[in-house]
């Protein structure tokens, strides 16, 4: 079951940032970044404007992008959405190291990042402003960090290995099942199926294995969880109509009702 929630989405993520910064990643991972610490001050502006009340839907990502949420802290931070839909900026430090491929400019950065472009797009589209969205919605990833290979080419948390990686998802794992406690959704829906997955197990600490999304009489029912594609353009198939595909998906499952 879902314990009463004891600190704010701030005082969690604060944790969190606290809690992985010392994890020690080997290869292929090169470089880490962590937003929760140098992009700490724009990341709890969207907490406190937008997550601050119980949500029906919880949006679930895998980790920042590198010109997303690595440069803004928001999930699927893509600069302009950020700043001209979500009404968020804020000054935004630089990581120690930092790659020469990978540099952090905050809201300065030039680079609009796909995937955050179509998911907050997305939402603009259906909802007209974020109040509306918001009203309803939430949007967090499930880890915080972003790893780079020595090229500084991406990697994602699904490619990583070893006991700093199950360190990791322990702790994303509590973090995130706070988070629901906190947001009490009806629906968590991972943005990709790493997302789901690991949503799918954070349910079942929370609930026990095989929860009944109805609950039993008496009993606090579990929440739905599903997925949509993710739409970064690595994905082949979300170069094709991304948007209307994950508004299908989102009506077929009744996340959302279809629109006449």
């Not at 974020?130 to 948390?157: I, K, Q, W």
């Amino acid at each position: 079951m879902i314990a009463p929630p004891k600190d704010s989405l701030e005082e969690i993520s604060s944790r969190l940032a606290a809690e992985i910064r010392p994890l020690q990643f080997g290869p292929p991972v090169a470089l880490v970044y962590n937003p929760l610490s140098y992009a700490f001050t724009p990341h709890r502006q969207y907490l406190r404007r937008w997550g601050a009340s119980p949500k029906r839907v919880l949006f679930v990502g895998m980790n920042p992008g590198p010109w997303g949420m690595a440069q803004t802290g928001v999930p699927f931070g893509e600069v302009e959405m950020v700043r001209d839909w979500l009404g968020i900026q804020g000054p935004v430090g630089r990581p120690e190291p930092e790659h020469p491929k990978r540099p952090i400019t905050g809201f300065r950065c030039l680079r609009s990042e796909v995937s955050g472009r179509r998911l907050w797009g997305l939402f603009r589209s259906r909802f007209g402003s974020p109040d509306a969205f918001f009203r309803d919605h939430f949007v967090a990833n499930y880890c915080p960090l972003v790893f780079m290979a020595e090229s500084g080419a991406n990697l994602t948390p699904d490619k990583l290995k070893g006991e700093a990686a199950e360190l990791l998802f322990r702790i994303c794992d509590r973090a995130l099942g706070e988070v629901i406690g906190i947001l009490r959704p009806l629906w968590v829906v991972g943005i990709g199926k790493f997302a789901e997955k690991r949503v799918r197990a954070v349910r079942e600490v929370l609930f026990g294995k095989g929860a009944r999304v109805s609950g039993a009489p008496g009993e606090e029912p579990a929440f739905r969880v599903a997925s949509i594609l993710h739409p970064s353009p690595a994905n082949p198939a979300a170069n094709r109509g991304w948007e209307e595909a994950a508004s299908a998906a989102l009506e077929a499952l009744g996340v959302w009702e279809k629109k006449v």
